[in-house]
């Protein structure tokens, strides 16, 4: 598998810091220019594709993955070039936030992905092109407090998503963390055991879909955080979650 999502976020960057810098040279040509100018280069880099000033904030994040896949059915074989299907695929997200009062802040998350086809499914034998196409798998607001949590309204992850994977102290993302017993997508067993709903694989990194919910979310308290979600059809869910540090050792 390969990405290239991070080269395009860092171009981007520097893009915006090649134009802000300009304006700050321009600006600063008496008194201590370098200095000023060498800090503000430093905060550029450091805030990436970020705009905004202390109280509004939109931040633009993602990433390009495409990914060769062989395979080999004991009769052909082949390689294809394709992507990840959805929730991995490439995609941008837009975050924006502003704050209300000190502790309190409010924003939204629009995230559009782009070449949605999953070679898990839509791909076999016969057909080496699964489609293309751009779709919003997320679109929310939200109202956070510091000492309160976290209120989100509309198509998000449900609570209980990537359960086992945002915990993860790797920092790693591994693409094909479930098991598709169909032989991804190819023709050798009925469909038996496909993560296609909220019912199946949630623990995994396999969303289901994105469905309209109200979602909140505690503050982390000693390491533990909590979350529920309740949505279309009375689909509700809990999960509870642990991030901490013990004798060194990331758990």
């Not at 109280?55 to 990914?67: M, N, P, R, Y």
């Amino acid at each position: 598998m390969t990405k290239f999502g991070f080269g395009a976020a860092v171009a981007a960057g520097l893009l915006v810091g090649g134009l802000s810098v300009g304006s700050a040279q321009a600006a600063d040509l008496g008194g201590n220019c370098c200095a000023d100018l060498e800090e503000r280069i430093a905060e550029l880099e450091a805030t990436t594709v970020r705009k905004g000033n202390r109280k509004v904030s939109l931040t633009i994040s993602g990433w390009v993955a495409e990914q060769v896949m062989y395979w080999d059915d004991g009769t052909e074989s082949n390689v294809y070039v394709t992507g990840l299907g959805t929730t991995l695929s490439s995609h941008f997200k837009l975050t924006g936030a502003a704050q209300i009062t000190p502790g309190w802040s409010a924003g939204y998350v629009i995230h559009v992905e782009a070449g949605t086809e999953d070679p898990l499914t839509s791909l076999d034998q016969d057909h080496d092109d699964g489609g293309s196409g751009v779709r919003v798998h997320q679109s929310y607001w939200f109202l956070k407090s510091e000492t309160l949590g976290k209120l989100s309204v509309g198509k998000m992850s449900q609570a209980s998503d990537n359960a086992a994977i945002l915990v993860d102290g790797s920092g790693s993302l591994v693409p094909a963390n479930w098991l598709n017993i169909t032989g991804d997508g190819l023709n050798q067993v009925n469909p038996l055991g496909f993560c296609h709903t909220i019912g199946d694989g949630i623990g995994g990194d396999c969303n289901g879909v994105t469905l309209n919910v109200v979602r909140y979310d505690t503050p982390v308290f000693g390491g533990f955080s909590f979350s529920a979600s309740w949505g279309e059809d009375d689909m509700w869910d809990v999960a509870g979650r642990y991030a901490g540090e013990f004798n060194g050792i990331k758990l």
